[in-house]
């Protein structure tokens, strides 16, 4: 097992599949924490989209080149009512380069509460050659009044291919800060503050 640390974040690699956890606290009620959390279910369900906008902000591409040796294009999206999954189209890139077109990426999203502890568990059934296996569940906690913890815990295992391609330090270069970043927008959104790209490009 090969354990790779980046900031507050903890990855494992085992058998090819990357473990990735991280927390962060939030200065906001779980309430508010949950109303996010509602939009973003409620976008994934009705304007995928809308989803990409809201809660995708500052994940594309960056100026650090390492940081692009892969990374993923949103193209559409759509919400499949019958079989309650969303289905995503991206793009492949590698080294800022196309590499694969059209990937089609189906998952679904369930939600649970034990005790205080909201648990929101997403699962990819289908995601062709880049994906062998990957599911994760993104957590809400209330430790006080007006604060929350927030955080994730994320299994991916890539497709033969991309197992050789993707190191431990290109998953932590590439995957790892996107992941943390995602969380980090929940975070702010919670704490009332306008996420969207041009905040992070000022950041």
Known sequence: MVFAILFSVLTTLSDGMFHTRYETEVSASAESCNVVIDSMIYYLQTDPAKLSEQFFAG????????????????????????????????????????????????????????????????????AGTLIKEAYGTFHILPIGENTARIGMDVHVKFGWFFRIFISRKVYS???????????????????????????????
């Open 59 to 126: 994940l594309g591409k960056q100026e650090d080149a390492k940081k692009n040796a892969f990374y993923l294009i949103w193209k559409e999206s759509e919400y499949v009512p019958k079989k309650q999954y969303s289905k995503l189209v991206l793009d492949v890139l590698v080294n800022e380069r196309p590499f694969l077109s059209d990937v089609v990426i189906e998952s679904m999203v369930t939600d649970s509460l034990s005790g205080d502890r909201r648990d929101i568990r997403v699962d990819i059934h289908y």
């Open 173 to 203: 270069e590439t995957i790892d800060w996107r992941l943390v970043r995602f969380v980090t927008n929940l975070k702010l959104r919670a704490e009332g503050v306008v996420v969207d790209d041009a905040y992070w490009d000022n950041y």
